[in-house]
C-alpha cells in the first residue's frame, strides 16, 4: 500500500467516523424539532376518532374497542395514555394504569374533554417527542457505521506490521545520511537469537553507503563509462581497493574486507542478547574460485549456513562463515559435518580440506580477534594433517590476563 492509497484509506475511515456521529446528531434534532408538531397532529386524530366512536358506538361494544385502536395508532409515541368516561377508565396505556406517568422535557403532556350523547369523555396523554423506537434505530444505524470504521482503522494499523512500508528513494537517502552507523548503535535494540537473518540485515546500510561513495569515485573513461575496480587491483598511492557491491561475482559470498565490519555488529548483538556465536574458517589450499569445485563448495555452503551475508571470501582459497547462538560443542559437531560433505566434492580434483573455528564463550571481544584465533585454528589444522578440524577453546582466566596485558 502506498503512502497515498494510505492518505486515502485514513481520509475514507476518518469520514465514516464523521458520519455516523454527524447521522446520530441531525437524526435526534429533526426528530425533537418536528416532535411538537407530530404529537398535536397525532392528538387531534386520536380526539377525533374517540369522539366519532362516542357517537356511534356503545362503549362495551367491540366496534367501540376498534375504533378506539384505530385512532391511538402506533403505540410509540404515548408515553401513557387514558381514556375516562364520566370518570370511569374506559382505555388505559400501559394496562392497569391509574394516571398519567410523568413526563419529562422529552414527551409532552396533552389533555382535552368533549360531551357526548352517551356521557362526557375525557382525553389524556403524554406523548414522547422523541421516540424510544426512533432513538434505538438511530443509534443502531450509528453504531454499525462507527464499528466500519473501527474496522478500517484496525486494518490500517496492522498493515504495516504484516507488510511493511518500503522507504521512498528520498526517504532512504535521508536516513542513510542522518544515521551514524557504528557498532554502539547496533547494540542499542539487540534482536533475538532465534532470527539471525534479522541480525545480519542490520549491518546492510553501512554496507551500501561505503558502496556507494566507492562508485561515486570509480574512474570514468573517456566515453563516460564507469571503469569497474577489481578487488585484487591497488588505488594509485598503492593502497588495496575497496571491492565493488556487496558479494563477489564469483562466489556470491560477501568480500573478506567486510568480514570483521560484520563481525564486530554479530558479535555486539551476541553480547547484548547472551548468546554465543562461532565463526568457522574453511581453507582447501590451492583452490581458486574459479576452479570447478568451488561452485560446488560454495552451494553446499548456502545450504548449511542458509545465510549469504554471513559467508565471506577469506584469502584467495578459502572462507569464513559466522554461526549464530552455537557453542563450541556443536560448532565441531557442525565443522565434522562440513568437512565430510566438502571432502566428497572436492576429492576428485585432488583438493583436501581444513577447518579453524573459535566461539565467543561468553566473552566481550573484537571481531579481529575471533578472526585471529580462527586463523592460528586452521593454521593449526594444517600442520597436524591428521587433525583437519581444530576448535580454539577458549581459557578465560588467561583471557583476561591477556586482555589486562594488553591494555
Known sequence: MKNKSITAYTAITAAIFVLAVLFFAFSLFREYRYGHERTGILFDH??????????????????????IDSAIGERENYGSLIITKDGSTLFAYPAGIQELLPTSSLSRLRTTEFTAESGQYTISAGMYL??????????????????????????????????PLPLANDEQASDDDGAELDTAESSAAPLPPDNPYAMASSIRPAVSRETTAQTAEQPVDNAGATVPVSPDADSADGSPAEPLGLFSPLTGFGWEQYLETRLDSELIRATASEYDLALFIIRIPGLDFTAPPTAAVCEYLQQQFQYTDLLFEYHSDGFAAIRSDIAIDTAIETAEQIHAELTKRIAADGYTCFIGLSTRAVRIMSGS??????????????????????????????????????K
Do not use: M, Q
Open 46 to 67: 386520536l380526539v377525533t376518532g374517540v369522539r366519532n366512536a362516542a357517537e356511534r358506538y356503545p362503549d362495551n361494544s367491540p366496534e367501540f374497542r376498534t375504533a
Open 130 to 163: 422523541l421516540r424510544p423506537t426512533l432513538l434505538f434505530s438511530v443509534a443502531r444505524f450509528s453504531f454499525i457505521l462507527a464499528l466500519v470504521g473501527t474496522v478500517c482503522a484496525i486494518i490500517l494499523l496492522c498493515y504495516p506490521y504484516f507488510f
Open 369 to 406: 580477534r575471533l578472526i585471529r584465533e580462527a586463523t592460528e585454528a586452521v593454521a593449526h589444522a594444517e600442520a597436524e594433517k591428521n587433525a583437519p578440524i581444530i576448535a580454539f577453546c577458549a581459557n578465560n582466566d588467561k583471557y583476561r590476563e591477556c586482555i589486562e596485558k594488553e
